[in-house]
């Protein structure tokens, strides 16, 4: 027979009024509870769930870049009070080479660091090192240094300084700063392989691009590259061209030989390029403006108060060498000011997580799998990998992560589904003879 409490009065161990923590799980937010005998639970706060998601990776060790981005969005950053963004202790920020700190060498451009790194290996008396013993030490250090930052200079990256944060290098950039990497390696006999490595790249930074695979070749080592830009074409030693088209229409060998031998060939694409016999485009009358996106004020990166008058109804092309500024104008300056009017069409990876691909991110996917249920007249969500369809093994990712000591995660097809992300028991059901795999790995011109 349980006891009549008393008006006014309170459980034990549950006061009246008692506070239930909430935000970021200290003590900065509560709220009163109403009802004495529900639990009092402490809340971790969104920003704690925020703080926890951002820079976090997954199972495979890969970051969620997509969604780390739109976290993103809800931090700021400034720079440090006590070491005024250096990253450094008091100590390494006061101690000098030449009379230079590390804080003021990673704020020169690479060419600047470049003369610089020449005074100091002449030992010029402004820049001298005091000290015999301290400049022998020196010596192999400022040359394998002087090595580094010439091949970045080499391809044309001397504008950039030490400091440059790496995420806020364009794709350009990037891609000849990993390519500077190999060509100050001391290797021969290897077997370089480059994807279409003046991607995005202006024509006179793919002039320097092709410099330095040559002298990647030079140094007698092999280098293959997968490449549309004819210059680059042009400067190979021997071409392989693959066509006659895409899709089911390619994939065959129509060409195998010399540049001479192309040029002379105008039965290819590439051929009748190089050879200047292709079809070019006649000069046209181009549109005038219906009105202008102002942008103004633009101040990010390489860019210093800039104001650029954005044409409507037109084909607007924004061109420059790579590092120009050229994307940040547009992200930085007409998304950020114009952004009810944008819609951004960029390289990023397409759907929400690494799990999507084509058929999710075009919803094609809940129709196939409302297909499947009507003609096997089985459960819709039994055709889905990220529910009751899904492979046991590897959840219906389809890999399995594999950890490596010393170098970062590899991924492995599932031995279980071969990669299928689905059950075998699921497999098992056919819509006009193919499974909901099978549907999947067909292309959109067969789908």
């Known amino acids: ?215 990647m070749r030079d140094a007698g080592n092999t280098v293959l590259v997968v490449e549309h830009d004819i210059s680059v074409v042009r400067a190979a030693d021997h071409v392989i061209e693959i066509g006659p088209k895409s899709g089911i229409a390619g994939g065959e060998v129509v060409f195998e030989g010399t540049v001479a031998d192309l040029t002379s060939n105008n039965a290819t694409p590439s051929g009748r390029m190089l050879s200047q016999t292709a079809k070019k485009h006649e000069w046209r009358v181009t549109r005038k403006a219906k009105d202008f996106l102002d942008v103004v004020g633009v101040t990010a990166n390489n860019l210093k108060d800039v104001a650029v008058q954005f044409p409507l109804g037109c084909l607007v092309a924004v061109t420059g060498v790579s590092g120009s500024g050229k994307s940040t104008l547009v992200t930085h300056g007409l998304v950020k000011q114009h952004s009810e009017r944008v819609v951004v069409v960029d390289q990023s990876g397409v759907g929400r997580s690494n799990r999507s691909n084509l058929a999710t991110y075009s919803d094609a996917f809940d129709q196939i799998r409302s297909f499947f249920q009507q003609q096997t007249k089985q459960d819709k969500g039994l055709f889905s990998f990220n529910s009751a369809g899904a492979c046991e093994q590897c959840e219906g990712s389809g890999v399995l992560a594999v950890e490596m000591m010393f170098l970062s995660s590899a991924s492995v097809v599932c031995p279980s589904c071969a990669g299928s992300r689905y059950r075998d028991s699921v497999l098992e059901h056919r819509a006009r003879g193919k499974s909901i795999a099978e549907v999947l790995e067909m292309t959109v011109d067969e789908a």
């Open 1 to 215: 027979m349980s006891k009549k409490r008393k008006k006014g009065s309170e459980p034990a161990g549950k006061p009246a009024g008692k506070k239930a923590k909430v935000g970021d799980g200290s003590a900065q937010g509560y709220r009163k509870t109403t009802n004495p005998t529900i639990p009092l639970k402490t809340w971790t706060g969104i920003m704690s769930m925020l703080r926890k998601r951002v820079g976090n990776k997954d199972a495979k060790g890969d970051k969620d870049t997509k969604n780390e981005s739109k976290d993103l969005e809800y931090f700021s950053t400034q720079p440090c009070a006590t070491c005024n963004g250096c990253r450094l202790k008091k100590r390494p920020r006061e101690a000098t080479i030449a009379g230079r700190t590390i804080t003021a060498l990673g704020e020169l451009e690479m060419s600047h660091f470049l003369e610089w790194v020449d005074l100091v290996a002449e030992n010029k008396a402004e820049f001298k090192i005091e000290g015999d013993d301290k400049l022998k030490l020196a010596k192999p250090l400022i040359n394998n240094l002087r090595s580094r930052i010439k091949a970045l200079c080499d391809l044309g990256l001397g504008y950039l300084t030490l400091n440059r944060p790496a995420g806020t290098l364009s794709g350009g950039e990037s891609q000849r700063v990993r390519m500077a990497c190999h060509m100050h390696c001391a290797l021969t006999g290897v077997l370089y392989v480059l994807d279409e490595p003046t991607i995005g790249l202006h024509a006179q930074d793919a002039a320097c691009i092709v410099k330095s695979l040559q002298a």
